[in-house]
């Protein structure tokens, strides 16, 4: 006889049971694409969900794309563990990356570990990215590791540092600076990433660097040798002025839905169509009548006649 009990539900569907560290390499090995999509708040993370997308990143282009920020160097910690917080409460499935802001994880390793527990215990983030894959990163990675916390990497165009990297272009474009992006990806996945981003490198240095990689890759305009891949949620649904990055593929316009979808309210209050009686309440006529009575004979309004 069953021991299962009766009001149990199993999930139809693998893909409705939570990601994991271990099934994210499983899908890497079976060769299966990894999907990874930036969620901000609580309706980004349900739309995230519902899609049934793999990997969730709270990235910090959230200071750009929800808090009007020209650059993500700015945006503080406490701005984006309420981002975080918010992301959370709208995910089930996906495994939740809280990208660690400018300035939060470089000064020491104690300063990073402290900061990835507060993306975890506060915000309830699985683990933590960190950009750059020079010696500060890579001993920042390896301390917040060893401290339990996973962490993705990130090379190749890093925004927080984009000044540095002579702006939003693409990177690792001639053989040293390629190379470099390879040490890169290379000491991070040593110090322990169980995943590593590529953003803006040309698909050739991906697919050359893919067989000395052991950990999930997921690719932003680094072609379609990686793991997986990644995209802004405001970038691929169009609520955004511009089109964006070389490597942004559009699969919606929002902005324009929801500026036209004012404009129509603001149109229909203007012109006295909204609201209609069905937008009312109703009230029962005796008891209308009751309240008017009152209203005239006992409730004085100051200045006006009673
Ligand atoms: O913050 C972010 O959105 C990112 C992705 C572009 C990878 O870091």
């Known amino acids: 006889m069953s021991t299962m009990p009766t009001t149990m539900h199993l999930p139809q569907d693998a893909s409705r049971l939570p ?35 793999d990997l969730v990143l709270m990235g910090d282009s959230g200071a750009m794309t929800v808090l009007g920020y020209d650059s993500t160097v700015a945006v503080t910690l406490d701005e984006l563990l309420v981002l975080a917080r918010a992301t959370r409460r709208g995910l089930q499935t996906p495994f939740l990356v809280g990208d660690l802001p400018f300035g939060s994880y470089e000064v020491s390793d104690e300063q990073a570990v402290i ?5 975890v215990k506060e915000a ?4 933590v990215k960190l950009e750059g894959g020079g010696e500060t990163s890579v001993r920042r ?7 339990g916390i996973p962490v993705m ?28 992006i390879a040490r890169e990806a290379l000491a991070l996945q040593e110090a322990g990433c169980f995943s590593i981003v590529f953003e803006a490198i040309p698909s050739a240095v991906t697919e050359a660097i893919m067989p000395r990689m052991g950990i ?25 002025e ?7 593929q559009r699969y919606a316009d929002l902005l324009d839905d ?22 009312g309440y109703a009230m029962d006529v005796a008891e209308l009548a009751a309240f008017r009575d009152e209203l005239n004979h006992s409730i004085a309004v100051e200045g006006a006649p009673v």
């Open 242 to 248: 511009g089109r964006g990055a070389k490597f942004v």
């Open 124 to 127: 309830g983030c699985d683990a």
């Open 153 to 180: 990497g990130h090379v190749g165009l890093t925004p927080q540092t984009a000044t540095a990297l002579g702006g939003y272009k693409a990177q690792g474009k001639n053989a040293g600076a390629a190379a470099k």
């Open 141 to 147: 990675a390896r301390a917040i590791v060893n401290a």
């Open 216 to 240: 999930p890759v997921i690719g932003i305009g680094a072609g379609p040798a990686t793991d997986g891949q990644v995209l802004v949620f405001h970038d691929l649904l169009g609520i955004r």
């Open 19 to 53: 990601m994991t560290l271990p099934r994210l390499l499983e899908k890497r090995e079976l060769g299966e694409p990894i999907v990874m999509v930036t969620a901000y708040d609580y309706p980004s993370a349900r739309a995230a969900d519902r899609a049934g997308v």
């Open 258 to 279: 929801m500026a036209g979808g004012v404009a129509a309210y603001a149109d229909d209050v203007r012109t006295r169509r909204y609201p209609g009686p069905e937008h």
């Open 115 to 119: 900061t990835a527990f507060r993306f």
